[in-house]
């Protein structure tokens, strides 16, 4: 439900695991889409971007994937790390826009 | 610093007192954003400056918020007469162009 809203409140992975946080969007123009990620006292850290003519982007064990068709957006880590432990947040706009629309957050919780 | 930075990190008010929050943006960058994240919830967007303009405002939740970046570098949000439900954190975040926005670590704000 939100304008940009996560599936999941809580996820909870064993380090080794992949993950995988969903984030649904309505907001037909919104063209361009970053995952952040937020540790406890800190500000969100940008993790990785796509744009709308894309459907899926790689970075360093992460990959974002977007389906316009269903305006889902996911973030998969691999092989999960304790340090990964944090809040995960989307947050869309469109390219000839500047205010990011953010979702609540999935927090996410590494086990060993 | 090489990163957005943010004074004070955190500030306790009395109900009614007015503080001054301060962003020092990455250098360079031309946009700013001031962004207000309750707890538990998704940063959401308050105002934004493009240089020394500031060219949307309308997150901004009542005429007690009131945002400045008189040289188009540093950025000071102050708040009047604050009321409890000012308490949150404040992010900052700035960014070259439309590229990703970087944030700073935040004030934290109680209004006791």
């Known amino acids: 439900g939100e304008s940009v809203g996560l599936h999941l409140p809580t996820l909870s992975v064993q380090e080794g695991d992949n993950s995988i946080i969903n984030c649904a969007y309505s907001n037909s123009a919104s063209d361009y889409f970053i995952w952040y990620k937020q540790e406890s006292g800190k500000g969100p850290q940008f993790i990785i971007d796509?744009?709308?003519?894309?459907d899926k982007r790689q970075g360093q064990r992460v990959t974002v994937l977007l389906n316009k068709t269903v305006k889902h957006l996911s973030l998969q880590i691999a092989a999960t790390q304790p340090g990964d432990s944090a809040v995960y947040f989307c947050?869309?706009?469109?390219?000839?826009?500047?205010?990011?629309?953010f979702g609540k957050g999935t927090s996410l919780l590494v086990t060993p | 610093g090489a990163g957005v930075s943010q004074s004070p990190r955190y500030k306790v008010a009395k109900r009614g007192q007015d503080v001054a929050l301060r962003c020092d943006p990455i250098?360079?960058?031309?946009?700013l954003f001031w962004y207000q994240q309750a707890l538990g919830q998704g940063p959401e967007f308050l105002t934004y400056f493009q240089n020394e303009a500031q060219l949307d405002k309308s997150g901004l939740p009542s005429d007690r918020f009131f945002a400045e970046r008189p040289e188009g570098s540093v950025s000071t949000l102050k708040i009047q007469r604050t009321q409890q439900e000012d308490s949150a954190v404040y992010l900052c975040?700035?960014?070259?162009?439309?590229?990703?926005?970087?944030f700073g670590q935040g004030t934290r704000l109680t209004v006791v």
């Open positions: 947050a869309e706009r469109s390219l000839s826009g500047y205010a990011l629309n």
């Open positions: 975040a700035s960014s070259f162009g439309s590229s990703e926005a970087f």
């Open positions: 250098s360079g960058h031309v946009s």
């Open positions: 796509i744009r709308s003519n894309m």
